[in-house]
């Protein structure tokens, strides 16, 4: 097995890139720095260039000087995220709960559950494949709708392709947000189906900061994902219907041994603060069971 940890960065900060080195040296023997607009000289550093609502393109872009390396696994992970420092490139799959061919996102979010509101539902709402987005000729790109939605139910989540009721779909202004024609054509859509919106393609969401995914699916995951980047599609429900589509083994937090952490201003946001943001002491005592903390801006950490 050999393995490649690839830190994504939202952002260009080059700052980060020695100290999250320093995190995880010895632990991972080929890390990759992937940073937008990067214009260093660190050999482990791959430059991209995509809008970090869309880092899905990221993942397509570095791919392509990834392939050839050898990697049988690529273990994913966002600079501002800590994963348990147990972990490292011989152990990481058996302390997960994972199989060599498995791969990993924390969950799968029928999109059909939410209660409104979310800006991103409404850029999944308003995504029409049929379409050409900014000249961007993905449609061939995809699997076709039956095969995507065939692939996507077989990991046992019901993915209700119709269905969002107005309150779900259009609150919080999306006619203004749509270019006038696509706002016509959702709102035709919308009353041809007696009121209940349906999606235009097979989509799920998911928690997107950390992946896992094995070699046998990463040539398609990454296809998927710089396809689904041109197309303008938001990285939360990108990335989890690219890897769907893309393997054949997909475990989520429900299948694990180890449970991640997301700290939101109003859940968990003050947790960290008993350790006064000293990495030295949140690692030596980091959360037995638990596969990640996020975010840990390190800029504030010592």
Known sequence: ??????????????????????????????????????????????????????????????????????????????DDMLINPKLDETNFLDKIGLSENDCFIPNIVDLSKSKGGWTRLRNAIMWWPELSVCGAEFQNELPK?????????????????????????????IFKEAPP?????????????????????????????????????????SHYCGALAAAGLFIEVAWPTSLLLASDSVKTEDDTLLKGRALWPNNGWHDLDKYQYDLKRLIADFPQGQLFIHPVKLSKWK
């Open 1 to 78: 097995m050999k393995v490649a940890l690839v830190v994504i960065y939202n952002h260009r900060y080059d700052k980060n890139i020695p100290i999250v080195e320093k995190l995880y040296e010895g632990k991972f023997s080929n890390i990759f720095h992937v940073v937008p607009f990067y214009e260093g000289d660190r050999e482990n550093v791959i430059t991209v260039f995509e809008s970090s609502y869309r880092f899905q393109g990221y993942i397509a872009q570095a791919y392509k000087e990834l392939r050839k390396k050898g990697f049988s696994h690529y273990f994913i992970v966002a």
């Open 145 to 173: 709708y039956e095969e995507a939605e065939s692939q996507i139910k077989r990991y046992g989540k019901n993915v209700v392709i119709g269905g969002f009721l107005f309150l779900q779909s259009f609150v919080r202004g």
């Open 181 to 221: 024609r696509v706002s016509y054509k959702i709102w035709k859509r919308f009353v041809k189906n007696g009121f209940k919106y349906p999606l235009c393609y097979p989509m799920v969401a998911s928690y997107s900061d950390i992946c896992i995914v094995s070699e046998s699916a990463m040539p398609r995951f």
